[in-house]
């Protein structure tokens, strides 16, 4: 899903059907930060398209504490 798709979707699951586009984009950009602080924790790009798609990592494919 890319970070806007997955802004929609927060905000359908709380009820909201009137936002905004402004809303929707800055939903989907506090969603990217985060996407990309944790990528390789649970989170992968998927592929190399632009907008990003996201992912949850294969259980094998975390990064293990050190």
């Known amino acids: 899903m890319t970070t806007t798709e997955l802004a929609k ?30 990528e390789g924790r649970g989170i992968e790009r998927s592929g190399e398209a632009n907008p990003a798609r996201w992912q949850l990592a294969a259980r094998d494919d975390l990064e293990r504490p050190k």
């Open 9 to 38: 979707a927060v905000l359908a699951a709380h009820g909201v059907q009137d936002a905004t586009g402004d809303d929707v984009q800055s939903i989907a950009l506090g969603i990217q930060h985060s996407l990309k602080n944790n």
